[in-house]
């Protein structure tokens, strides 16, 4: 098998605000495997929270190439993976897999989500996210997504001053009343405000929250959870299948994002070892193209909250094949991931 690695600038088409950051833009690098005249793509894109630049990602996708060019085809291997992929990073792992899945897929005339055991295409209502912003925006916003059919709003939390959150959620409440409203501080509320603000949040109708406090204090997670007034999802505190299990049926919510876990199956182990537990499912991304979300709504179906918008966030999409813009993801019978290029593109936006 060949591998080779091309970059491309994400722009947002708005600035994205939370808790800890404000993004503007960032690196999509996409790994492409090319067997017997096939190819299978792949996305890994940067993150500072993650630790993960430009040129990070080019090395580890590069060292990864270089070990899969000693497979013969990408069955074998998938079948490897779980042992040759360890030391990358959980973002680097995720798009490999995922451009072994989109080519072993194409070779199969198979959809991925028949690869990963779903007879039927996989359609999801998805979240749609809010950064921190002003009320009237925020609300404006809301407006134009729920006339386009969204009926989840993600709204991301951790101002300065709580109250700018609470004017916000009123503000997008008002003009979205029938929509479902998620709530996201990215961890910017202290332990000690965190009760009380889950209970003003409550009253105004937040359907649950991510991550309220900061990582690093699972338990104290696990704590604020047995006592919340609605429930608490784990996102930062949970990232490989042994966090998800230590908090199985203590937390109400487990966010699983690809580039956080290593890819769909580990997505699918996590899955099965929250099931029964009272702890649901959520599926989540980072910013990245059609491409980069393709693998997760592939899963989707299996959780109780889908918060996969990350591509309908970008000025341009470099890829299309998911939907979204109607507030619904979905995957077709297309062989593979079943993404494809998206013209018109900025040509000097990428680079080999």
């Not at 580039?259 to 199956?265: D, E, L, Q």
């Not at 099965?272 to 702890?279: H, V």
């Amino acid at each position: 098998m060949k591998c080779t690695l091309r970059t491309t600038e994400l722009r947002l088409a708005e600035p994205l605000r939370i808790s800890r950051s404000t993004t503007t833009a960032r690196d999509a690098v996409v790994l492409t495997v090319e067997h017997q005249g096939l190819h299978g793509h792949g996305e890994a894109v940067t993150s500072v929270y993650y630790g993960l630049d430009t040129a990070a990602l080019r090395r580890w996708l590069h060292r990864s190439g270089e070990t899969l060019a000693r497979f013969p085809d990408p069955e074998t291997a998938l079948a490897a993976l779980p042992d040759t992929a360890t030391a990358a990073p959980p973002a680097v792992a995720a798009a490999v897999e995922s451009a072994l899945l989109d080519l072993a897929g194409k070779r199969a005339g198979q959809p991925v989500h028949r690869l990963l055991g779903a007879a039927a295409p996989p359609t999801a209502a998805t979240a749609r996210t809010i950064g921190i912003t002003a009320p009237a925006h925020a609300a404006a916003l809301a407006t134009r997504l729920a006339e386009s059919g969204f009926t989840v709003l993600k709204l991301k939390a951790g101002a300065a001053d709580p109250e700018d959150d609470l004017a916000r959620v009123r503000a997008v409440r008002a003009a979205a009343p029938a929509a479902r409203l998620l709530l996201d501080p990215n961890g910017g509320w202290s332990p000690s405000a965190a009760p009380r603000l889950l209970g003003r949040f409550a009253e105004l109708g937040v359907e649950a929250v991510e991550q309220p406090v900061p990582p690093g204090d699972p338990e104290g997670l696990a704590r604020l959870a047995a006592r919340s007034p609605l429930p608490v999802v784990a996102d930062e505190d949970a990232v490989s299948p042994h966090d998800a299990e230590r908090l199985a049926g203590r937390v109400h919510g487990i966010n699983v994002k690809l580039a956080k876990c290593g890819g769909p199956r580990a997505a699918l182990r996590i899955a099965a070892l929250i099931a029964g537990s009272g702890t649901d499912l959520m599926l989540g991304c980072l910013t990245a193209s059609s491409l980069g979300i393709a693998p997760a709504v592939h899963l989707a179906g299996r959780a109780r909250w889908t918060d996969l918008d990350g591509h309908l966030l970008l000025a341009h999409d470099p890829w299309t094949g998911i939907g979204g813009a109607d507030g619904t993801v979905r995957t077709g019978a297309r062989p593979g991931l079943g993404v494809r290029p998206n013209p018109p593109h900025d040509p000097a936006r990428e680079r080999p």
